[in-house]
């Protein structure tokens, strides 16, 4: 049987603060988003994988990270624009409330500025400064992290993620989104199950399968009026298919996607279709950090790996 994984880019302003112009309804939205996914996740029952930038676990700072090797400029929009703007900048009353949700939900990293690792400015030292501070605050909150999102999916430096004691991450989708995702699963039955797998490094990549807003616009609108949602489609199939199979379907979101209730109910029922086939099946609902341990415990003959 195989199971379903939902993972959150939690970042709230640092999502969009090193755009020249951040979309306006998403910033503004961040907050909403984080208690509809917490109450949805709750009244559902399913645990998820929030990856937290690790700045808003902060109560406050002077924007200053003198000691933090970024880039010129890097925190300039914190220092300038939004010095007054702490609702984009902090959250630590959000992270409590994942924290003390009945939910068993999974702490995990999202860096700690939301660095692109793969970008030519970031360092490795750089780099290995997000994760190690990251952890400090989460020690600081006395709580550990396995599990890390990279920030706009953008992989790299996976040497310094092992060597800092990170254990998974969220792989890049090995399949197109979009249009094209929502055409080639629903129309030609694109599988959307991936499969962990543990790189040359010892880490378990947990592979995106769908971002859950990936079909958005007037494109969305049309098709929504004629047809439905489409990525309710493409996530019912996925879930479908996980239910009756071995493989894995992971889904991912960011708070600020859900600005209008319109997103909400395209969560609810994503979440009431999980539900129907939680019943039915032994379908199971797991966290990145489950399954970074489920694959551990396969012996080394058994596991996929990067180099096969």
């Known amino acids: 049987m195989g199971s379903v994984v939902i993972s959150i ?19 503004e939205s961040g907050r909403r988003g984080w208690q509809v996914l917490l109450d949805q996740l709750e009244e559902f029952d399913v645990p998820t994988t929030w990856a937290v930038v690790g700045h808003l676990m902060l109560p406050s700072c002077d924007g200053e990270h003198a000691d933090h090797p970024a880039p010129e400029g890097w925190f300039e929009r914190e220092r300038g624009e939004w010095a007054d703007r702490e609702e984009l900048r902090f959250c630590p009353d959000l992270v409590r409330a994942v924290l003390e949700s009945p939910v068993d939900h999974e702490l995990a990293c999202h860096s700690f500025s939301h660095v692109l690792f793969g970008d030519t400015a970031t360092t490795r ?3 290995r400064a997000e994760l190690e501070r990251s952890l400090e605050i989460a020690d600081d909150w006395g ?25 998974a991450y969220r792989g890049r989708s090995p399949t197109v989104g979009g249009v094209r995702e929502v055409f080639e699963t629903t129309v ?14 010892g880490l378990v990549d947990v592979p995106a399968s769908t971002f859950l807003f990936g079909f958005e616009g ?6 929504e009026a004629v047809w439905g949602d489409p ?18 379907f992971h889904l991912w979101v960011h708070p600020n996607n859900f600005v209008t209730e319109r997103d909400d109910e395209r969560l609810r ?3 009431g279709h999980l539900e129907t086939r939680r019943a039915e099946t032994d379908l199971r609902v797991e966290t990145m950090g ?13 596991v996929l790996t990067d180099c096969e």
């Open 9 to 27: 880019d939690a970042e709230l302003g640092w999502g969009f603060h090193d755009l020249e112009s951040p979309p306006t309804a998403r910033l």
């Open 125 to 127: 030292e750089l780099a």
């Open 143 to 167: 709580l550990s992290l396995e599990s890390f999102v990279y920030p706009r999916n953008d992989v790299a430096y996976r040497d310094v993620l092992a060597g800092t004691g990170f254990t």
């Open 188 to 201: 030609h039955g694109e599988t959307r199950l991936v499969e962990p797998t543990v790189d040359e490094y």
């Open 218 to 223: 007037r494109a969305r609108t049309v098709v």
């Open 231 to 248: 990525m309710v489609a493409v996530a019912r199939r996925g879930i479908d298919e996980a239910a009756t199979g071995d493989g894995l």
């Open 269 to 271: 029922a994503v979440l």
């Open 290 to 302: 489950a399954v970074s341990r489920r694959v551990r415990t396969v012996p080394p003959e058994a």
